[in-house]
């Protein structure tokens, strides 16, 4: 299988030379907003009202989506309702990013390095190793936002995870986020795709909106 939307959000916010993160914590939501969607997107999960519930367990065949269906189909299964999916990304931000640089590593897209803080804190930094899905990542997004390219649904679902999480500076670091939130807003809206994938992209973009707005409260109170 491609590049998943995960894996996509995480390629653009690791530094290409550095191999550190950037806006760690908000591409962590979008990172694990992208795995549900993926599910969706290929059947294993469905989202109604804001919440999650297992469609289909039989493995899609990547890892990364594997071991969070299983997750996601254990954890709701303790559930007396279908858990919400502003709960899942909560319980799973931070986890998810440690998952989708596992997976780019497995792919040999990012390689691993550790160094040390002052000669003494240890700290890992994933650059990359082969930037062919990361330009065509880029040329893609370059196409449906700046171009005006008619978007599939995973580029659509990817434009809109990003959008909500406010990274467009990961996306679009040449241009201001003034010229490029309007066109991204259009295709967050999904008139172009079918129900199923319109609610499932709606769905995950105003959990993102809800879960970032409750941290940035919390921090600054």
Do not use: C
């Amino acid at each position: 299988m491609a590049v998943t939307l995960g894996e996509e959000i995480m390629l653009l916010s690791l530094d290409d030379e550095s191999g550190a993160a950037k806006d760690r914590q908000a591409a962590g939501w979008a990172v694990a907003g992208g795995i549900l969607l993926e599910l969706v997107l290929a059947g294993r999960l469905s989202v109604s009202g804001g919440r999650l519930s297992v469609a289909d367990r039989t493995p899609t065949g990547v890892g990364l989506l594997d071991e969070r269906l299983g997750l996601v189909d254990a954890w709701a299964s303790k559930k007396s309702t279908s858990p919400k999916v502003t709960n899942w990304l909560t319980r799973d931000h931070h986890k998810a990013v440690g998952a989708a640089i596992g997976s780019l590593r497995a792919r040999g897209l990012v390689a691993e390095e550790e160094h040390r803080v002052l000669g003494l804190f240890p700290v890992r930094r994933y650059p990359g190793t082969d930037g062919s899905a990361e330009r065509e990542l880029r040329a893609r997004l370059a196409s449906v936002v700046l171009r005006g390219t008619d978007p599939d649904d995973r580029t659509a679902g990817l434009v809109a995870l990003i959008h909500a999480a406010k990274l467009h500076r990961l996306a679009f670091p040449e241009v201001p986020a003034k010229e490029v939130k309007p066109r991204m807003e259009k295709i967050a809206e999904g008139h172009w795709a079918g129900d199923d994938v319109r609610t499932a992209i709606r769905t995950m973009q105003a959990a993102m909106v809800a879960v970032t707005a409750a941290t940035t409260a919390a921090v600054i109170s």
